[in-house]
């Protein structure tokens, strides 16, 4: 997308946010929501803030955005503090869950208004406009509105209204909760395709960890006003720094075990072999430690005689099917492709459990 105000150098936008922390005082009391919070953003890189509600990731957005200020900390965009820049002359914008959109203003005129704000003629507006309406696939909706839009073309608005201004930064709160899910997995994939080929840093704020994991380069992990772990999807979803990101970040069975710790790897015992598996650097000598197994990761069949446990229970997903195991290491969950019917297992059936070791994690217990 070639839009006008492309006169800033190609790799700007590097964002550092330097020890922010925000104290509310609330009914008397000091909350304290966003606590040492330190990140270094490369230019056109999409982070998003992922954690539980109340941990701070929309608090933290907003200081970034500039409507909240920081009580300690700083904020600096291409090694410059703008903690007392007004939001609007931050190079930034920011797309919001409810759109936002001007009501009694057409589809063209929401897009354009950022561009009338700053010195631009109306045939660069017009052509700015018009190569944004094309990249978010409005064309033909231009002089309605936003009352007589679909969710998702409501929100695409609310991205080219952002886009078209070429900020060095996108922020987006929660853009894609209003919508269904199918939309929703359409929106994420047009979100990155824009903020990629226009290279614009991007900081995203989402609870939905699978909305995390299909769009970042990196997903910052907040717990309680803190960053639990900074990562790419990757490494959060395999190697999780604790048992609250294994938890978080998808579906996890987690077993007791003694474990002794072994370069990298830890030695355990699980459905009765010993293995190796690897580690995280906490766990220590002596340790009873938790073995993290991926539902997926699982292998789960038909005992000829006693296996290492029994089905309890069965629930198809259609592309999968999920069965709750009874083992001696306590109750597991496997996901496994959906087989032909006549192979699905019933409640009570004794089955081996198996996987493989370097799919798997071990973690302190903490
Ligand atoms: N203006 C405010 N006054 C007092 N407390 C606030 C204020 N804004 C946020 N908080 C508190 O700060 C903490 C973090 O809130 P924040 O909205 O940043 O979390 P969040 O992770 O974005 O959650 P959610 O997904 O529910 O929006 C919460 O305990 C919240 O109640």
Redesign the pocket.
């Given at each position: 997308m070639n839009l006008i105000g492309l006169d800033r150098e190609p790799r700007s936008g590097a964002l550092r946010l330097d020890g922010l922390t925000k104290r509310?005082a609330?009914r008397g009391e000091s909350?304290v929501?966003?606590d040492g919070v330190s990140l270094d953003i490369a230019p056109g890189e999409f982070i998003t803030l992922l954690?539980?509600?109340?941990?701070?990731?929309?608090?933290?957005l907003r200081i970034v955005a500039g409507f909240e200020r920081a009580t300690a900390g700083g904020v600096y965009l291409d090694g410059v503090r703008i903690d007392a820049v007004p939001p609007q002359q931050r190079s930034m914008a920011m797309v919001f869950q409810s759109y936002a959109l001007f009501p009694h203003m057409t589809v063209y005129e929401n897009i354009a208004y950022g561009l009338r704000l700053r010195d631009h003629t109306k045939a660069e507006i017009a052509e700015a406009v018009k190569i944004a309406l094309t990249s978010m696939n409005l064309v033909g909706k231009e002089h309605r509105h936003p009352h007589e839009l679909a969710g998702g073309e409501q929100q695409r608005v609310a991205l080219a209204r952002a886009m078209v201004v070429q900020p060095k930064v996108l922020l987006f709160d929660?853009p894609l909760s209003n919508l269904d899910a199918k939309l929703r997995g359409a929106m994420r994939a047009e979100i990155r395709r824009a903020q990629h080929m226009l290279g614009i840093t991007g900081l995203y704020?989402t609870?939905d960890q699978e909305e995390a994991m299909s769009m970042s380069d990196r997903i910052v992990v907040?717990h309680r006003?803190r960053i639990a772990q900074i990562g790419t999807p990757a490494e959060i979803y395999l190697r999780p720094a604790s048992v609250f990101v294994a938890d978080f970040i998808g579906r996890a069975n987690f077993l007791e075990v003694p474990a002794e710790p072994d370069r990298g790897h830890a030695i355990v015992t699980a459905f009765g072999k010993k293995m190796a598996v690897p580690s995280h650097p906490d766990v220590t000598a002596h340790d009873t430690a938790l073995l993290m197994i991926r539902p997926e990761v699982l292998s789960v069949a038909h005992a000829s005689r006693e296996g290492e446990g029994v089905i309890l229970n069965r629930t198809f997903h259609g592309a999968s099917v999920d069965y709750e195991i009874e083992t001696a290491g306590g109750t597991v969950t496997a996901a496994v492709p959906a087989p032909h019917p006549a192979v699905l297992l019933t409640e009570g059936t004794p089955v081996t459990v198996t996987f493989a070791p370097d799919r798997a994690y071990v973690l302190p217990r903490r």
């Open positions: 509310f609330a909350v929501a966003v954690g539980p509600s109340g941990c701070g990731k929309t608090t933290t929660e704020v609870h907040m006003g």
